[in-house]
């Protein structure tokens, strides 16, 4: 660095002068005047700088809570599909399990010669249709019951004395529903 500096004036300004120039610089930027008290600009810089950290402060707070509102959100959407896709999933593995059911059904109404196994069979069926309850699993009511085509599908229409018109006069296969979701229609046959 060279021993002269340029004014803005354009003089040239020896090292001397250029000392002093730098000490006086150095007390106007601690604040201090020839009186040696804080200045009004190191005051309002000090104001200034405080309200600006309070305005970040302020800003960081913010996003902070944003922030926390954002994650409470994303932990609510998720527990709400992780219940989704439980309850999918043990609908279609209720599905799947439905002709077992229909199945220990069909074999508990045929007659057989051993009343043993008939009552196994039965009991079977019965604790089947107990534990597919407790999963919130329920039988569709569908004889007796008006035609409604979200939970009954029709397959057969039939003229009946017993019913009037629009009325399931029988049931083919049973339909379940799994917490208000239909998993199989009721197969019926339908008064006209």
């Known amino acids: 660095m060279s021993q002269k500096k340029e004014k803005e004036d354009g003089e040239i300004m020896g090292t001397d002068d250029r000392s002093s120039v730098e000490g ?16 009004e600009t190191v005051k309002e810089k ?38 989704t896709l439980v309850s999918f999933g043990t609908a279609i593995a ?17 007659k057989s010669g051993d009343p043993e196994y008939k009552k196994g069979v039965e009991l079977t069926a019965a ?24 939970m009954h599908d029709c397959v057969a229409s039939e003229e009946s004395d017993k019913y009037e018109s629009g009325v399931v006069i029988r049931v083919m296969q ?15 046959a339908v008064s006209v």
């Not at 610089?25 to 009186?35: F, I, N, Q, R, Y």
């Not at 302020?58 to 994303?74: C, F, K, P, S, V």
């Not at 209720?94 to 045929?110: G, M, S």
């Not at 604790?127 to 035609?147: D, H, Q, R």
Request: charge should be negative.
């Open 174 to 188: 049973k339909g379940y529903v799994f917490n208000e979701r239909v998993i199989r229609p009721a197969m019926v």
């Open 94 to 110: 209720v599905e799947r399990l439905l002709p077992v059911l229909d199945t220990l059904e069909a074999a508990a109404a045929t």
């Open 46 to 83: 000090k104001k200034s700088a405080k309200e600006q950290l309070k305005e970040e402060l302020t800003a960081a707070n913010d996003r902070m809570l944003r922030i926390m509102a954002e994650y409470e959100n994303y932990r609510k959407r998720t527990e709400k599909e992780k219940q």
């Open 127 to 150: 604790m089947f249709a107990t534990k597919l309850n407790s999963l919130g699993v329920s039988e569709i009511e569908a004889e007796g019951a008006k035609f409604d085509p979200n």
């Open 24 to 39: 006086a610089a150095d007390t106007a930027e601690l604040g201090h005047d020839d009186g040696g008290t804080i200045s």
